[in-house]
């Protein structure tokens, strides 16, 4: 399918803005990427209303906003106060800003502020309940929930097994959409399977 002359600005934008947020802290970066494969793999099974250029820079930029945190969160990664998880509960805040400042689709700057959002209420920055959240930004809060708990981080090991992952995600089962959860638990194994050598070439030509 031919590509708009605004579709095709957006995504070099958005690899623009990825490569500074790569630059900033490896650890996102790479689990930004993760994300935004696992949407596009998951979008073949849900009926959304986003075209799959427009989900995967959704998943690409969802943390963007993170790129605000002051230096000291990603040297040591330690959230030691309430203050800085209160820094850290911004980001969605930021990247609605830098999103809308960077002229994005009002649906692309939507899910990066609603990501954090829960189907029951308990989510930030806004507490919506589930009607009030968009399918993506309940398909982003899925795969992003699953990346960290997958992935290792520079500060703790990831639950490299699909089956304890998403047993470890079935913890509160309460958090995420019903079908979603259950759509992303019975095709894990091809939505988790990203071309590694793709995903790497994509990496070192971005940076």
Not at 142 to 150: C, R, V
Not at 159 to 176: C, D, F, G, R, W
Request: hydrophobic share 35%; net charge neutral.
């Amino acid at each position: 399918m031919k590509k708009t002359c605004q579709e095709s600005r957006q995504m070099q934008l958005a690899w623009n803005l990825f490569r500074h947020l790569a630059k900033r802290d490896n650890y996102t970066g790479k689990h930004s990427l993760h994300v935004a494969y696992m949407a596009l793999n998951m979008s073949r099974y849900i009926e959304g209303h986003f075209g799959k250029e427009k989900l995967f820079i959704s998943g690409l930029l969802h943390d963007i906003g993170k790129i605000e945190f002051p230096d000291y969160l990603f040297e040591n990664y330690i959230v030691s106060s309430k203050e800085d998880y209160n820094v850290i509960k911004k980001h969605p805040y930021y990247s609605k800003k830098i999103l809308d400042g960077c002229g994005f689709d009002k649906e692309i700057v939507q899910v990066a502020y609603t990501h954090h959002e829960r189907c029951n209420g308990s989510g930030y920055p806004l507490g919506l309940n589930e009607t009030e959240i968009s399918i993506e930004s309940k398909m982003i809060a899925i795969l992003d929930s699953f990346s960290a708990i997958s992935k290792d981080r520079p500060y703790k090991k990831g639950v490299h097994s699909n089956e304890l992952a998403i047993t470890k995600l079935m913890e509160n089962p309460e958090q995420y959409n019903k079908e979603l959860l259950s759509i992303f638990e019975k095709n894990i194994t091809i939505i988790t399977n990203i071309n590694h050598y793709e995903q790497k070439n994509v990496w070192d030509s971005w940076l």
